[in-house]
């Protein structure tokens, strides 16, 4: 279903929304690498917690591949693929605005939130959710920038 959802989005020609410019999805090989064994920069951002424990991630790779996985699929889902300006953007919004590389933040609360980004063995994370800490405001700002680049259709049902 998903699938044939993402051959419909490509047919019609619509595009994703990306830090204020359209970013066109296009068609990727089914070779794709998966984020976990992507040796460029990654970043992910996930939404999980609750009763469940179950969460959803979104991860983009710096070639602009766009990936979805729920706690519950055994795999990465290739969605799509941004267009390099709004990969470029998106990279640089976390490393140079954000500064993910030194902002030390782990609040998780019942449900939470996590940006986190990776190049090889390197990994930072940011989690937040705990009602008692706020989270700076540029990673509440990334995570939902971040989120309106992936439209309604394309995002993974719970």
């Known amino acids: 279903m998903l699938r044939i959802g993402f051959l419909l989005l490509c047919l019609m020609g619509s595009s994703l929304a990306g830090f204020g410019q359209k970013a066109t999805v296009k068609r990727t090989p089914k070779t794709a690498t998966s984020p976990l064994t992507y040796k460029g920069r990654v970043i992910t951002v996930t939404t999980g917690g609750g009763f469940t424990g179950r969460s959803t991630s979104y991860s983009l790779q710096d070639d602009g591949r766009l990936y979805?996985?729920?706690?519950?699929?055994?795999?990465?889902?290739?969605?799509?693929?941004?267009?390099?300006?709004?990969?470029?953007?998106?990279?640089w919004s976390l490393e140079d605005r954000c500064k993910i590389k030194t902002t030390q933040f782990d609040n998780p609360g019942n449900t939470y939130k996590a940006v986190s980004?990776?190049?090889?063995?390197?990994?930072?994370?940011?989690?937040?959710?705990?009602?008692?800490?706020?989270?700076?405001?540029?990673?509440?700002k990334f995570y939902s920038a971040f989120m309106a680049t992936i439209p309604a259709n394309m995002r993974l049902k719970k």
């Open 68 to 91: 979805g996985k729920r706690s519950t699929d055994a795999a990465y889902a290739l969605l799509g693929k941004q267009s390099a300006p709004n990969t470029r953007r998106v990279f």
């Open 117 to 140: 980004w990776r190049k090889g063995t390197e990994t930072y994370t940011v989690t937040w959710g705990s009602p008692k800490d706020s989270v700076p405001d540029s990673y509440e």
